[in-house]
């Protein structure tokens, strides 16, 4: 019996194993995470006998922390779906809160490694590289692997910060000369894809990433940072290509252009959004318009009384407090605060425990990627997309998992 019940534990590692990999593998393909759910569903069932064993220990309260969090998300959209009238299938991303949860306790109980993430980060990033290339090859403007190109982008960023933050706890030249690269393959991909939200993250990433750890010639990378950063913003300014490729010679008339309601350009639509959303929220600032409402109250706002606009067809307000704000009030920027907090809060617990070396582990790379979805969600609506969504829950929950795995003796199988 404890021979089947080892055997049983190592497949479902092996399983969660190629599920975590599947996840950040094929991020950037169009229906990937469906690879990433079948595993991770096969490795539940085959993990859950062993998993209620008296001599197990306890469910560690992580767990049960990011449950409370997703619980208040779907309860709070829920309410509104109710309260507005709204079909059931305004729950699909809301719902997606549940994966936090269920991916920190099968993270938690099959022991799967961080290398998972790593490795498949480290494919996703070169797949998500290509995909760009052969996008730009065949005349797209704008590269999104056969999707929107903001979320093609934030998926980018997602694996980027995976492959930089997870990594082994290695400094040598080898691993130095990978984290070039890494960096390189998404600033192409990004780059083609035209996106200007992810470049504030970017920016954290790569500050973090030298920055970050010991405290030895901290000011002196700092400067480094500085300088590199400075030089790529005078270059998107500058260098004729690349400020077409992400629209930045378009600045000052698109943002003229809204004093006059002309809303069918980047930046004018955004504000023409962040404006509705401001007018939903004071008309119902308790209950909001409706989790799947907002898109109706653009559709009768004073930029769309003149006759059919591509801003009329916008569902939603390209910022994350706004956008909760506006659709589900109060309540709805306390459970937007709750998505973030608690997983933020957990992350930082689990750094200042373990105190690693350098800026990488699970518990590191759960709070940078909180951290960009917090700067991308200022000027997008991060959680309004499905992909966004499952990337944040899924990759969140699997590190809060892993970093809750306790420390093994050298010759057993490590989370990290």
């Not at 959004?273 to 989790?291: C, H, I, K, N, Y």
């Not at 109060?330 to 800026?359: E, F, H, M, N, S």
Request: hydrophobic fraction near 55%; aromatic fraction near 8%; charge should be positive.
């Amino acid at each position: 019996m404890q021979v089947r019940s080892h055997r049983r534990q190592d497949v479902a590692r092996a399983l969660a194993w190629l599920a975590g990999f599947s996840a950040t593998a094929l991020l950037v393909v169009p229906k990937g995470l469906s690879v990433f759910a079948v595993l991770m569903l096969l490795a539940t069932l085959v993990a859950f006998p062993d998993a209620w064993r008296a001599d197990r220990e306890r469910i560690p309260r992580t767990v049960f922390g990011l449950a409370c969090a997703a619980l208040a998300v779907l309860v709070v959209a829920a309410v509104s779906m109710w309260v507005s009238g709204a079909g059931i299938s305004a729950l699909d991303n809301p719902s997606r809160c549940l994966l936090l949860p269920w991916c920190a306790w099968l993270a938690w109980v099959t022991r799967v490694r961080l290398s998972c993430l790593w490795y498949g980060a480290l494919a996703g990033l070169l797949l998500a590289f290509l995909l760009s290339i052969v996008e730009s090859w065949s005349g797209v403007p704008r590269a999104g692997g056969e999707a929107n190109p903001i979320v093609f982008a934030n998926a980018v960023l997602v694996l980027l910060v995976v492959a930089l933050f997870a990594r082994p706890a290695r400094t040598g030249f080898a691993m130095q000369l990978l984290l070039a690269i890494v960096v390189a393959l998404a600033v192409v991909a990004i780059t083609l894809s035209g996106s200007r939200g992810v470049l504030p993250g970017v920016g954290l990433v790569l500050l973090m990433l030298f920055v970050g750890g010991a405290p030895q010639h901290r000011w002196r990378r700092l400067a480094m940072v500085a300088g590199m950063l400075a030089a790529l913003f005078v270059a998107l300014w500058t260098v004729p290509w690349l400020s077409s490729q992400f629209r930045l010679d378009q600045v000052h008339a698109d943002v003229s252009g809204f004093a006059s309601d002309q809303v069918d350009q980047p930046i004018s639509a955004r504000m023409g959004l962040l404006s509705v959303a401001w007018e939903s929220f004071r008309a119902a600032p308790l209950q909001g318009v409706g989790v799947a409402g907002f898109a109706q109250r653009v559709d009768a706002s004073r930029y769309c009384q003149g006759g059919a606009r591509h801003f009329c067809g916008l569902e939603h307000a390209h910022n994350d407090l706004a956008q909760w704000g506006a659709t589900m009030g109060v309540a709805g920027i306390v459970a937007l605060l709750v998505l973030y907090g608690v997983p933020l809060a957990i992350a930082t617990w689990q750094v200042r425990r373990l105190k690693p070396d350098i800026p990488a582990g699970a518990g590191w790379t759960a709070s940078m990627l909180v951290a960009v979805y917090l700067i991308s969600g200022l000027t997008q609506s991060m959680f309004s997309h499905a992909l966004s969504t499952s990337a944040y829950v899924v990759m969140v929950g699997f590190l809060l998992g892993l970093a809750q795995t306790p420390v093994l003796p050298a010759n057993a199988p490590r989370a990290e």
